[in-house]
């Protein structure tokens, strides 16, 4: 293993361009074919292969220095094509005639803007222009134009105005357009402008447009419509197009999507699908070393094995983020993929989230209100949420509409939670704090948590401590020993945010929090929190808790009625949490409008009844109204397996 680990090293010696990414241009005609400069550069200079050009592209091998002003860079910014250098293949036919060990890395003298540097600078000069200014000025939207009428071309037809094949994407708007009541509106609305440049630099433009159903995009329709090789002329038609849309008759509110992945234009979509295999490719395809053989081969790696945290862990991700992502997709028609939580239109950006979430607070500000006018503020109010996170309830056909109005706190808590597990979902996807720089999926959701999460094995001192203090209850050594639950995997939490605000009032205890599966994502990310919203009734807070508001906890997890299976093997988690209870106020009655805890007490109980104490309480109830009296421990994997 060690001979071939030196032979690894000297190999990559051996191959400059590791870490490199090429793009060649398949238009340029060069002295050897596409396919063996490409064998080349994988697999003499170790280099890698983009089939699109990204922002991951270092190099273009082309013949030709008029490269940029013909090809299509829609998903390039100009800092990204400022970095992209353009060469030709004598550096790969050179270098192959040489010693491995002598070959060099990438210089000047191969560079087609040595060669040809004004023609290159003035065709790239002109563009990236056109582009700046375009994004300051030319490309603002004037907003209420007037009408200006144009020829519309259905876009699969075949006789239409010459326009080239490739083409910059220099504008796209998306709109949308949800109405709940007596009508049944849900429909989009989507534009792009579009810009292209033959050989000879003469531009074109054009304006794309898709519209139809949100439930039904496979059915949409889309339009061309062409305009003069003004760029001027092109915004003002696109504005006037834009502002009919917008007016208050049609309904239509623009959607900032985070990214627009199921409609658009041909060629937009043709070449996220070719990103989007290219990235499938990179993160499963790799080389393995074989120790029968002693050679490497084209190999899969595991999503598991390509995690920089530990195995159980990572597997802990994999279930707690599936279940979210199953919720999500039973109650909202999304779908939950790399991109991050996608509608029928595209992928929630975290503003949206958070401007559905504040229609949430609204809707709850006149569910406490009395008065007539109510039904009408929520169905508006309603109509502008699933406007912006279309939902399965909004876009069922032949359904009453009025079932998708948001009217009771019941409902209300429920789409807040589920907000609240696209905005953590969301946030996995963003986040790039892996201090290893792990590109690993897993990887990126577990730092997004926020959350040191470390696997106990059942020798370490962190395992004796939980086991010792979980067994302090008899019920929990009895029901271990009855076959009545049975722990299988422990996992230490540490949530800094909470360590440095907990509140210790005193008489700190082990106590356990049940939620289902689902909430997991969430409870990690922000802590144990108490609802979001609760019905406000002559000033004081009623909740569905037998002690009011609170955060609830129990000193016994086999009781636990919060706790739900998943898998084959029907795990449950239940959430060991250190609670500060200070001096606690018991009761055997229900006191569901407590808003806090009685003074001169931190915390309230709800006392088990018994058959010589009868209360309303079935089992212990643990209640603190602080958030900050409390704060994860340990979170425990165990399955229920009763002796009937």
């Known amino acids: 293993m060690e001979k071939h680990q030196n032979q690894v090293i000297e190999e ?100 087609i803007g040595n060669k040809q540097d004004s023609q290159v600078v003035n065709v790239c000069k002109k563009e990236n222009d056109v582009v700046e200014k375009a994004d300051d000025d030319l490309l603002k939207i004037i907003i209420n134009p007037k009408h200006i009428p144009s020829v519309c071309y259905g876009a699969n037809e075949l006789k239409q105005p010459y326009f080239p094949e490739e083409y910059l994407i220099l504008k796209s708007n998306l709109l949308s357009s949800t109405i709940i009541g007596k009508q049944n509106t849900n429909k989009f609305f989507y534009l792009e402008l579009h810009q292209a440049i033959d050989n000879n630099l003469k531009k074109f433009y054009r304006i794309f447009t898709q519209f139809g159903r949100t439930d039904e995009i496979q059915k949409s329709n889309s339009q061309h419509r062409y305009v003069s090789n003004d760029l001027k002329e092109a915004m003002a038609l696109y504005s006037s197009i834009y502002s009919q849309k917008i ?116 809707i709850n500000n006149v569910l406490n209100k009395d008065g007539i006018d109510n039904q009408e503020n929520l169905e508006m109010l309603s109509s502008r949420f699933y406007q912006l996170v279309p939902s399965k309830i909004s876009t069922k056909k032949n359904r009453d509409s009025s079932k998708s109005v948001i009217n009771s706190f019941e409902s209300l808590n ?26 690993n999926h897993l990887d990126m959701k577990y730092y997004a ?93 009623t909740d569905f808790g037998y002690l009011g508001s609170g955060i609830y906890f129990s000193d016994d997890v086999v009781s636990s009625t919060y706790t739900s299976p998943i898998g084959e093997k029907g795990s449950r988690f239940i959430i060991m949490s250190s609670v500060s209870l200070g001096k606690v106020k018991e009761f055997s009655k229900i006191q569901p409008s407590l808003q806090c805890a009685p003074s001169g007490h931190h915390s309230c109980k709800g006392l088990k009844s018994t058959p010589t104490n009868p209360t309303d309480f079935k089992n212990n109830e643990y209640v603190v109204f602080n958030p900050n009296q409390s704060k994860l421990s340990f979170l425990i994997e165990y399955i229920e397996n009763y002796k009937k």
């Open 247 to 362: 007016e208050s008759d049609n309904g239509y509110i623009e959607v900032k999507m985070n990214s627009i992945t199921k409609i658009g234009s041909k060629l937009k979509l043709a070449q996220l699908n070719q990103q989007k295999e290219n990235d499938v490719n990179a993160n499963t395809h790799i080389k393995v070393y074989n120790e029968e053989t002693g050679e490497e081969e084209t190999g899969q790696q595991s999503l598991f094995q390509r995690s920089y945290i530990e195995t159980n862990v990572s597997k802990l991700m994999d279930i707690i983020y599936k279940e979210a992502s199953k919720c999500l997709i039973k109650n909202f028609s999304v779908e939950v993929t790399e991109n991050g939580i996608e509608t029928q239109l595209g992928a929630l950006s975290m503003a949206q989230i958070e401007e559905a979430k504040s229609i949430l607070n609204e």
């Open 12 to 111: 990559n010696r051996s191959k400059p361009l590791i870490n490199l990414t090429f793009f060649i241009d398949s238009k340029s005609k060069f002295k050897v074919s596409n396919y063996t400069l490409s064998k080349l550069i994988k697999d003499e200079f170790g280099g890698s292969i983009a089939f699109t050009l990204n922002p991951k592209v270092d190099y273009v091998i082309t013949t030709s220095a008029n490269f940029f002003s013909t090809k299509t860079t829609t998903f390039l910014s100009n800092q990204d094509l400022s970095k992209i250098k353009l060469i030709n293949e004598d550096y790969f036919i050179s270098q192959q005639k040489l010693e491995p060990t002598q070959r060099s890395k990438i210089n000047d003298s191969y560079s």
């Open 414 to 439: 429920q789409l807040s939670e589920l907000m609240n597990m696209m905005k953590d979902l969301t946030n996995s996807f963003n986040s790039n704090k892996t201090t290893s720089e792990s590109k």
């Open 449 to 541: 948590l926020n959350t040191h999460i470390e696997h106990l094995h059942q020798a370490s001192a962190g395992y004796q401590i939980f086991i010792r203090n979980f067994l302090s209850n008899p019920h929990h050594q009895k029901a271990i020993d009855n076959g009545e639950i049975k722990i299988l995997n422990c996992y230490r939490l540490d949530k800094k945010l909470e360590s440095d605000n907990f509140l210790d009032v005193g008489n700190v205890q082990y106590l356990y929090h049940g939620s289902k599966p689902q909430n997991l994502v969430g409870l990690l990310s922000r802590g144990i929190l108490p609802p979001d919203y609760v019905k406000q009734i002559g000033g004081k807070r």
